[in-house]
């Protein structure tokens, strides 16, 4: 059975962002960010965990194989997944962009080396 990946949730609703982020992001893009294209990497994500599961392995060769280009496109929605639960975190629970994880090194090497 495939590994399934949730949509973290921002630290405020989507009712609260437009409010709250009003002077960072307008509150069309702010729900297009984050319900659209923030949840897309997510629904790629788990997508191709289902393939994974019924590749060819035996296919595969040392110039290319789905297995391969699942793996790197998978890649490429993890790291996107991952970058916007950041970003949503670092704008701030209240908006406040200085009360985010991040203002300080440590606390940013601890959000990229634990998740």
Not at 15 to 41: P, S
Not at 65 to 88: C, I, M
Request: overall charge negative; charged content about 30%.
């Amino acid at each position: 059975m495939a590994y399934e990946w949730k949509f973290n949730k921002r630290p405020y609703t989507d009712e609260e962002a437009k409010e709250l982020l009003k002077t960072v992001i307008d509150a069309e893009t702010t729900d297009w960010h984050y319900n659209t294209h923030h949840k897309g990497y997510v629904t790629f994500m788990n997508n191709i965990e289902k393939e994974l599961e019924t590749a060819d392995r035996a296919k595969a060769n040392g110039n290319y194989s789905n297995v391969g280009e699942l793996k790197r496109r998978f890649t490429w929605n993890h790291a996107g997944a991952l970058l916007h639960d950041v970003y949503w975190e670092v704008l701030g629970g209240d908006g406040d962009t200085a009360k985010g994880p991040g203002s300080d090194f440590s606390n940013r090497k601890r959000i990229w080396l634990c998740g």
